[in-house]
């Protein structure tokens, strides 16, 4: 176990390659536990966040024209299908990750938890100037719960990155 915690950390030095392993391996835990997340977002969804963001949008359109406020529901459902299918796509680069790792795959996650960061925190100071109803997707606890995620698996895929980096040298310099 202490040989994993080690592997967590960003700053540890790598020695050997089982450690680089360890450490490349880490990002595929991150995104595992981001594929957990968004389980649970979609079994909110399913226990009627669906439902209160298609009641959210069509209050919101209500002034508009029966059109507009049709198109709110399906998008709402297109959203959980969407929601769905980054759940699945997670799941398989984070098994390409295990099995073969990469510095490919640390990298473009982090720069996707770093949006995801950014677009959150953004969110949340804008909110006080925009008319949001409260949703189950939407609740304080639900944001704290989601940057505190984001912040670990940011932590965990810079580990990713560094333990392929080094994975990699130690191949290179076997090869050789």
Do not use: C
Not at 27 to 55: D, R
Not at 59 to 76: L, P, R, Y
Not at 153 to 171: S, Y
Request: proline share 3%; glycine share 10%; no cysteine.
């Amino acid at each position: 176990m202490g040989d994993w915690i080690r592997a967590f950390n960003p700053m540890a030095t790598v020695g050997t390659e089982s450690e680089a392993l360890r450490a490349a391996r880490a990002s595929a835990i991150a995104i595992f536990i981001g594929v957990a997340y968004g389980v649970f977002g979609v079994v909110m969804m399913l226990n009627g966040g669906l439902e209160a963001m298609k009641i959210a949008a069509a209050a919101q359109s209500a002034g508009a024209d029966a059109q507009v406020a049709g198109m709110a529901g399906t998008i709402a459902q297109f959203t959980f299908y969407a929601m769905i299918a980054m759940v699945v796509i997670q799941l398989i680069l984070g098994l390409v990750q295990w099995v073969k790792p990469n510095t490919v795959i640390p990298t473009l996650f982090i720069v996707l938890v770093v949006y995801g960061l950014g677009s959150t925190v953004l969110t949340q100071m804008m909110a006080g100037q925009m008319d949001v109803p409260e949703t189950p997707m939407n609740a304080p606890w639900m944001m704290v719960f989601g940057i505190v995620v984001l912040v670990i698996e940011l932590i965990l895929h810079i580990a990713g990155v560094r333990g392929a980096g080094a994975l990699r040298k130690f191949r290179e310099a076997q090869a050789y």
